[in-house]
């Protein structure tokens, strides 16, 4: 039970370019998101999905793209990277969306630096 | 929108008790969580509140008080490895209804001196 994954853990990439931040879980959760956290700052909500083929738009989603084809996977994809995109991302899922019970599960990040 | 504030910092003594506090607004508000990140790692949870009321786990308590839009997290019997940030986290039903989306707090970062 390897929990939440992410890859890659470090990335550089220029303005301009392109790339997809990969997450999987083993868990079965349906509930999935991506965050980002900025030095000093909490985590915000970039998008999340409540499960395979469903998404929607969190707190900052302009600049990402999400799908989720399956129930394992969550990738994030940068369609032009930014300066303001450099970061470090987060994916989590939820095992369960009762109202009396939450515990959310964080993969490792990915530090992502855009030049 | 959502909004959350907790202290952006706190001190406290090895062997003594703190108690970070969390003030919310929102609405369709389904639960209150918490979690500690120490520097260079990753958020892992500690509690959640869906209820009015306290809960225990260990050295760790949460509470919540929905008609308050209020919570806390208290810590006791403090140990160096503390040191970490806290944040609270609020669960919620978003305004197209169905979904429920999670908004973070910024933050608090506690210090745990001998």
């Known amino acids: 039970n390897a929990g939440v994954t992410q890859t890659p853990k470090f990335q550089v990439l220029k303005t301009g370019q392109s790339m997809t931040l990969q997450c999987a879980q083993d868990m079965n959760h349906e509930y999935m998101s991506w965050y980002r956290q900025d030095p000093g700052m909490g985590l915000r909500l970039i998008h999340y999905?409540?499960?395979?083929?469903?998404?929607d738009q969190g707190e900052v989603p302009n600049g990402y793209n999400v799908s989720r084809s399956t129930t394992e996977d969550f990738p994030l994809r940068l369609l032009s990277a930014a300066p303001s995109q450099t970061s470090v991302y987060f994916c989590?899922?939820?095992?369960?969306?009762?109202?009396?019970?939450?515990?959310?599960?964080f993969g490792p990040g990915t530090r992502l630096l855009v030049l | 929108g959502q909004s959350l504030e907790q202290p952006s910092e706190v001190t406290a003594v090895e062997g003594a008790i703190v108690q970070i506090n969390c003030t919310y607004q929102t609405s369709g508000f389904y639960g209150l969580s918490w979690y500690q990140q120490h520097d260079g790692g990753a958020p892992t949870f500690l509690s959640y509140n869906g209820l009015d009321g306290l809960e225990e786990t260990g050295r760790f308590s949460s509470f919540l008080s929905r008609s308050d839009s209020y919570g806390y997290l208290l810590l006791q019997e403090l140990q160096m490895k503390d040191s970490a940030s806290y944040f609270c986290?609020?669960?919620?039903?978003?305004?197209?209804?169905?979904?429920?989306?999670?908004?973070f707090g910024t933050g608090t970062k506690l210090q745990v001196i001998p």
């Open positions: 999905s409540v499960g395979a083929g469903i998404t």
């Open positions: 989590a899922s939820t095992d369960g969306t009762s109202e009396y019970q939450e515990t959310q599960y």
């Open positions: 986290a609020v669960r919620a039903l978003t305004h197209s209804g169905g979904y429920q989306k999670v908004t």
